[in-house]
């Protein structure tokens, strides 16, 4: 069975954007004391996890796992800088534009 790319990235887009938003909650539920971010931690990770799971069968492992974590990574630097107002420095930007250009040279 084949998929189309459009698919696969938009799967890996959302599996990424799931973990991203699962770190959120994490950072938000004080080490497990709010009871509604930590539940939507287990949420946000488990439907990372089944769209990373089935978008897997189309790609190999060694990239697949590698570009979500990769966009996982970067989506979460973006949100920690929006959302907690975490700082983004040079070196930051140098991090980021690697890790994308990991990305770029795994993609199947």
């Given at each position: 069975?084949?998929?189309?790319?459009?698919?696969?990235?938009?799967?890996n887009?959302?599996?990424?954007?799931?973990?991203?938003?699962?770190?959120?909650?994490?950072?938000?539920s004080g080490?497990?004391?709010?009871?509604?971010?930590?539940?939507l931690?287990?949420?946000?990770?488990?439907?990372g996890a089944?769209l990373?799971?089935?978008?897997?069968?189309f790609?190999?492992?060694?990239?697949?796992?590698t570009?979500?974590?990769?966009?996982?990574?970067?989506a979460?630097?973006?949100?920690?800088?929006?959302?907690?107002?975490?700082?983004?420095?040079?070196?930051r930007?140098?991090?980021?534009a690697?890790?994308?250009?990991?990305v770029?040279?795994?993609r199947?």
């Open positions: 069975m084949q998929a189309s790319s459009v698919l696969v990235w938009t799967l887009i959302a599996a990424s954007l799931a973990y991203a938003f699962g770190a959120v909650f994490m950072k938000s080490a497990f004391q709010r009871p509604w971010p930590s539940l931690v287990y949420v946000c990770f488990g439907l089944t990373q799971t089935y978008v897997m069968k790609q190999r492992i060694g990239s697949g796992y570009i979500v974590l990769g966009l996982e990574a970067v979460a630097i973006g949100l920690g800088v929006a959302l907690f107002r975490e700082p983004i420095t040079m070196v930007w140098l991090g980021i690697l890790v994308l250009g990991g770029i040279l795994l199947e």
